[in-house]
């Protein structure tokens, strides 16, 4: 089994529903992050938690919000979709101290919003 | 606004030749460099850091990092076809949490 698991893989909604994805892990990390990828942008930070109490906005977070239920669960919500965020997701975790740019990605949520 | 750069590609090498990969940063405080890989519909995976000057070796991977220049390269020895993807650059920046990706060179290992 993957040490980060996200669901769904795959999601096509429509503008305007809400869409929750999912993250969970087992690699005992306090910290994870979402990151979106869209062709010739690279990966931009969308939020980050350090842990349960602890949850920051990224580079793009308008549009999105997120909810840290467990250590090992970090889910993001688009409350109201709309096209512009049709893109890969991709939950990352990551030890602390000088393993913080050693991140392990799950397999990404695809997302298209019609 | 701190930056990394990278050339978008596609880098075209033969098949046991050396390619070479490279990435600028923007700001001199910088901490921490990473190569991510990633494969065609897959997820970046990590295969070199490196946080202080000069070269680390780990296989056929060499990163080598020169801070005063302010670039990190990634070379891969005897390339193979296994090596088509593309190449993530990532800077932390001192003081940061959090990694700063570059955009990515595509790599294509001809036979």
């Known amino acids: 089994d993957a040490d980060v698991t996200q669901t769904p893989r795959n999601r096509i909604t429509k503008t305007g529903k809400r869409i929750m994805l999912e993250c969970s892990q087992t690699?005992?990390?306090?910290?994870m992050y979402w990151y979106r990828q869209d062709p010739g942008l690279g990966l931009r930070l969308i939020y980050y938690s350090f842990d349960v109490k602890d949850i920051n906005k990224g580079e793009i977070s308008d549009g999105y919000s997120v909810s840290r239920q467990a250590q090992a669960k970090f889910s993001l919500s688009l409350e109201s979709a709309i096209p512009n965020q049709t893109a890969l997701y991709f939950c990352?975790?990551?030890?602390?101290?000088?393993?913080?740019?050693?991140?392990?990605f799950g397999e990404g949520s695809r997302l298209t919003v019609l | 606004q701190k930056e990394v750069e990278q050339n978008s590609g596609p880098l075209s090498v033969p098949e046991g030749a050396i390619a070479s990969l490279n990435c600028t940063y923007s700001d001199r405080v910088s901490q921490s460099f990473f190569w991510y890989r990633q494969y065609s519909g897959k997820s970046p995976e990590l295969i070199m850091s490196i946080y202080s000057n000069g070269d680390k070796e780990d296989g056929r991977f060499t990163a080598q990092l020169n801070k005063a220049s302010q670039y990190v390269s990634l070379l891969i020895r005897d390339s193979q076809p296994s090596d088509s993807a593309t190449y993530l650059c990532a800077v932390r920046y001192f003081g940061n949490e959090k990694l700063t990706f570059g955009t990515g060179t595509r790599l294509t290992i001809i036979p």
């Open positions: 990352a975790t990551s030890g602390g101290g000088p393993k913080i740019g050693e991140l392990f």
């Open positions: 690699k005992g990390h306090d910290r």
